[in-house]
């Protein structure tokens, strides 16, 4: 899957309710969603931060 054309070309944004930002309480980035957060590691603060409904998975 992860070579398909198909699926590369795909854009993905974060849905609707969930909102990925810094906290500085957490000293992380962290995703936060209607029942709660998650506390994101380095690499995983990196690709949230690519996420912006612009860029397809493969320029991700």
Do not use: C
């Not at 899957?1 to 309480?25: I, N, S």
């Not at 998650?38 to 996420?51: M, V």
Request: aromatic letters at 10%; a positive charge.
């Amino acid at each position: 899957m992860k070579h398909d054309p198909q699926f590369r070309a795909l854009t993905p944004k974060w849905h609707q309710g969930y909102r990925f930002q810094y906290e500085p309480a957490q000293k992380a980035h962290v995703v936060l969603y209607p029942e709660g957060m998650i506390k994101l590691n380095e690499s995983a603060a990196l690709i949230g931060g690519l996420i912006d409904g612009k860029r397809s998975i493969a320029a991700v």
